[in-house]
């Protein structure tokens, strides 16, 4: 029996969980291929002590570490063909087959075309492999990474025929009862299990094991690993626990690039530096598909919608107070453009006091990126928790299950972020904000109880008093210089609806004319003029049915208007009216 293998409980507890979870598998002698994804390009931890670790790169860690350089370990990349763990297992491999194959050349052995490695692998695990079953087998153990370029996602009619050959024998060697009964294990490295091909990903005899980012106790442990070499510089007050409490979503290869980056520059390591660096890396790991938004606001800073206001500080509340139970999986931020959504939701995560990301265009005209794009940015934002995450727009961002002309795509994206939203063991941790004008389009299954199950609407000030006092809460944005004048005679005069979003850009245009004139302050004259001469939305339709829409949506009754509190039966009616008067299809 293997050394992996023996002493199971005292062995594998030291070990992170995926490998616990690989370690049972390979026990159970039930498979032969596994699939190791997800945080596999960083150094990964093994506990040696109370909270102290040791850490090693992917093959280092597998090779070593889980199977203590024990039997004929090798590796193959389509970049540099078959190596192999120690010089002695390579001397053995090619002595074996060169006897078998003495008219070969021994580089065909080792070619980084998989069509010759491949095969002479398969020969040389065969040879190894006992034929009587109670014969004790050698461990053999194969690690090919970057998976995903010789078996990639995508129609089998437009692979190559090296991926149908590797594909094939992949396959083969998954189903194959003597790499199952022997000790032949095959191990493919990948980052998203996204870019390999389904049919091998789909096999039931793959095992899927996914490496996490580290969390605060590893990243803890490699800093103080750090700090003993010399190499952390940290600012006065600055502790590794605190660097490491404050540097979720990074990996410790993003840890290391900082830490030799100021060891370098003979720089300390300071709050602000971390905070501006953990920005950069995580956007830079995701591939500008994340995009930070900046929280300096709270719930203070927003005029009006004192409901809904009131009903976020609760949760904010519960947030901090780590009863995630109670907090919402996701929300629903609906009303017509300009009343403030996306400055709502940002004001929220700064009274939380947590990042918040926004989603950005993650799709592909290629086949199978989107979903690899998607279960990055997916991973990213598990290893970020807790974080808020803003998706704007989000009818059309999103799209649904039953889109057609993408070959699929939209469906399987839509998909992963149904599954992944509707994960309640990140209740409290990943909180979403759908934001849109148009909440009908949006498909039911997101907006479900167990995905977004808060539904709130904002409006257009209604009394003059929520205009005066959107436009005071504005001016104090802006910083700009106001004099003291009743604003609330003019809006009295000019008394049109108007947007938060059509206040700000009066206040803008009234700066401007100050400014051209000279003076640091806007002056009553300033706002006549801008308010006498600003035309209103010329797209009352569309303005309506986004007021009607919103209001059908609230899950309140409370956060509604009262020129918008009318009979179910009306105002669907009234909706359907204004979709046929505007165009729309449904």
Not at 247 to 257: D, F, I, K, W
Not at 514 to 527: H, L, N, Q
């Amino acid at each position: 029996m293997s050394k992996f293998i023996t002493d199971e409980s005292e062995r594998l507890k030291r070990f992170p969980e995926w490998v616990r979870e690989f370690g049972l598998k390979y026990k159970s002698k039930t498979a032969n291929l596994y699939m190791v994804h997800g945080n596999i390009r960083d150094f990964l931890p093994k506990e040696t002590g109370e909270g102290e670790f040791i850490f090693a790169e992917i093959h280092q860690y597998i090779a070593e570490i889980i199977f203590g350089n024990q039997g004929i370990i090798a590796y193959y990349n389509p970049s540099e063909g078959v190596s192999f763990c120690t010089e002695a297992m390579a001397r053995e491999y090619s002595s074996v087959l060169s006897k078998s194959y003495p008219d070969t050349d021994a580089s065909d052995f080792v070619s980084r075309e998989p069509e010759k490695s491949f095969f002479y692998l398969e020969k040389y695990f065969l040879m190894r492999t006992p034929k009587d079953r109670k014969t004790s087998s050698p461990r053999m153990v194969l690690i090919v990474d970057y998976a995903e370029y010789i078996v990639p996602g995508g129609d089998l009619l437009r692979i190559s025929d090296s991926d149908r050959f590797c594909l094939v024998t992949l396959n083969r060697w998954a189903n194959n009862k003597d790499f199952t009964a022997g000790d032949v294990s095959i191990i493919l490295l990948t980052e998203n299990l996204t870019d390999i091909s389904p049919r091998l990903l789909g096999s039931s005899r793959t095992v899927k094991v996914g490496v996490p980012f580290p969390d605060e106790s590893v990243r803890a442990s490699f800093l103080r690993s750090r700090e003993q070499e010399g190499l952390l510089l940290l600012d006065r007050g600055l502790t590794a626990d605190r660097v490491a409490s404050v540097t979720s979503g990074l990996n410790l290869m993003n840890l290391e690039h900082l830490i030799l980056e100021r060891y370098e520059e003979n720089k300390v390591l300071t709050m602000e530096y971390l905070g501006q660096k953990k920005k950069e890396m995580i956007e830079h790991e995701a591939a500008g598909l994340l995009e930070f938004m900046e929280t300096e606001y709270d719930l203070n800073a927003v005029s009006g919608h004192d409901f809904v206001k009131k009903q976020l500080r609760n949760h904010a509340k519960a947030v901090k107070r780590g009863q995630t139970e109670v907090v919402p999986m996701g929300y629903l931020i609906a009303g017509p453009i300009g009343t403030g959504k996306s400055f709502m939701v940002s004001a929220f995560a700064g009274e939380i006091g947590i990042p918040m990301v926004k989603f950005r265009n993650f799709r592909s005209k290629w086949q199978g990126e989107s979903e690899a794009n998607l279960e990055k940015v997916l991973n990213i934002l598990k290893s970020m928790a807790p974080v808020a995450v803003m998706i704007d727009e989000a009818d059309a961002y999103l799209g649904d299950r039953d889109q057609d002309g993408d070959s699929g795509t939209s469906n399987r994206v839509f998909a992963q972020i149904a599954s992944f939203m509707g994960d309640t063991s990140f209740r409290g941790k990943i909180i979403w904000f759908l934001i849109t004008c148009r909440p009908d389009l949006l498909p039911i299954d997101l907006k479900r109880q167990g995905r977004a199950e808060e539904h709130f609407a904002l409006f257009y000030p209604e009394t003059n008093a929520e205009k005066v006092a959107l436009f005071e809460t504005l001016v104090k944005k802006l910083k700009f210089g106001v004099r003291n004048f009743p604003v609330a005679d003019l809006f009295k005069k000019y008394s049109h609806d108007v947007s938060g979003a059509e206040i700000e850009s009066m206040l803008i245009r009234a700066m401007q004319r100050a400014v051209t004139e000279g003076r640091t302050m806007i002056s009553k004259d300033d706002m006549d003029e801008v308010m006498e001469d600003f035309i209103p939305p010329q797209y009352p339709h569309a303005i309506r049915l986004q007021n009607l829409v919103a209001a059908v949506e609230c899950t309140s009754k409370k956060m509604v208007p009262k020129r918008f509190q009318l009979d179910n039966t009306q105002m669907v009616r009234e909706i359907q009216e204004l979709k046929t008067l505007l165009g729309e299809r449904k």
